[in-house]
T-cell receptor
């Protein structure tokens, strides 16, 4: 079974803090993705990566950055958290560009 | 126009009935289409993929694709209360670089 884990299920941070969300997959997938999910807006792609040290912007990259130093780990960074970044963050990995396996999600609240 | 459109629902069907979920899309060059199921508080999981015009059946699930009319649908036969979830339509857009999701249709199967 594919396993995608995320570092926290729930996280509360203050405005202006630097926030790190970690995602790890154990299936040697090359492709990894970060989404946020908001009511009425659905899943929106923030960043994705098709290889180590490689990253591409998704639909809403503003305010975020990513890091992929190892194949199994893809980190999402909020340089200076803002209240409009309160959301559910979902990481996914994929052996191709089609089938994606999602982690359990991190519900981030920025106060 | 949104890239992927779904009726948010809720769609209510009685147990044992056929549930029909629909999705339209705007990108004519899209070639790969997917249905994900998301239970409340959980992350999405892939249930069906379809790449060619016509029907694809998998157990109680049938995906239908009509590229000329730019719609894809999911039929669930003999609906069960355990099918109650939000169903997300997704497709490959942007020249094959990313998966774009609809906002999802909430399905409620009533006893």
């Amino acid at each position: 079974d594919v396993k995608v884990t995320q570092s926290s299920r729930y996280l509360v941070k203050r405005t202006g803090e630097k926030v790190f969300l970690e995602c790890v997959q154990d299936m040697d997938h090359e492709n990894m993705f970060w989404y946020r999910q908001d009511p009425g807006l659905g899943l929106r792609l923030i960043y994705f990566s098709y290889d180590v040290k490689m990253k591409e912007k998704g639909d809403i990259p503003e305010g975020y950055s990513v890091s992929r130093e190892k194949k199994e780990r893809f980190s999402l960074i909020l340089e200076s958290a803002s209240t409009n970044q309160t959301s559910m963050y979902l990481c996914a990995s994929s052996p191709n560009r089609d089938t994606q396996y999602f982690g359990p999600g991190t519900r981030l609240t920025v106060l | 126009q949104k890239e992927v459109e779904q009726n948010s629902g809720p769609l209510s069907v009685p147990e044992g009935a056929i549930a029909s979920l629909n999705c339209t899309y705007s990108d004519r060059v899209s070639q790969s289409f997917f249905w994900y199921r998301q239970y409340s508080g959980k992350s999405p999981e892939l249930i069906m993929s379809i790449y060619s015009n016509g029907d694809k059946e998998d157990g109680r699930f049938t995906a239908q694709l009509n590229k000329a009319s730019q719609y894809v649908s999911l039929l669930i036969r003999d609906s069960q209360p355990s099918d109650s979830a939000t169903y997300l339509c997704a497709l490959i857009t942007g020249g094959g670089n990313k998966l774009t999701f609809g906002t999802g249709t909430q399905l409620k199967v009533e006893l």
